[in-house]
């Protein structure tokens, strides 16, 4: 079992950044693949990106050259790292976890965080 608790978020203007963080419990925290989704109001949760646990990344096209993920395994940490933002990158983020590879769909994880809110002014 796996636990993921993400912190980080908050409202920044355009432009800014802001740094997502998800914490896991476990000692097998290096063998899993993390992602990150996001989910704004209204609409079905997307994928921004993830992580191997090679540290091989992948991310949808909306974020690429703004956001990287990242990874602490002696902290059993990811970090998801936002700049130059929009406002349509306002939503709530969040964590999850697979042992296999990293997939792009929510029903490829099996472990999720609760999420944390980011509100993006223009």
């Known amino acids: 079992q796996v636990q993921l608790v993400e912190s980080g978020g908050g409202l920044v203007q355009a432009g800014g950044s802001l740094r997502l963080s998800c914490a896991a419990s476990?000692?097998?925290?290096?063998?899993?693949?993390m992602g990150w989704f996001r989910q704004a109001p209204g609409k079905e949760r997307e994928f921004v990106g993830a992580i191997t646990s090679s540290g091989s990344t992948v991310y949808t096209d909306s974020v690429k050259g703004r956001f990287t993920i990242f990874r602490d395994n002696a902290k059993n940490t990811v970090y998801l790292q936002m700049n130059s933002l929009k406002p349509e990158d306002t939503a709530v983020y969040v964590c999850?976890?697979?042992?296999?590879?990293?997939?792009?769909?929510?029903?490829?994880?099996?472990?999720w965080g609760q999420g944390t809110q980011v509100t993006v002014s223009s």
């Open positions: 999850a976890a697979v042992i296999t590879r990293a997939g792009v769909r929510p029903g490829e994880y099996d472990y």
């Open positions: 476990g000692r097998t925290f290096s063998r899993y693949a």
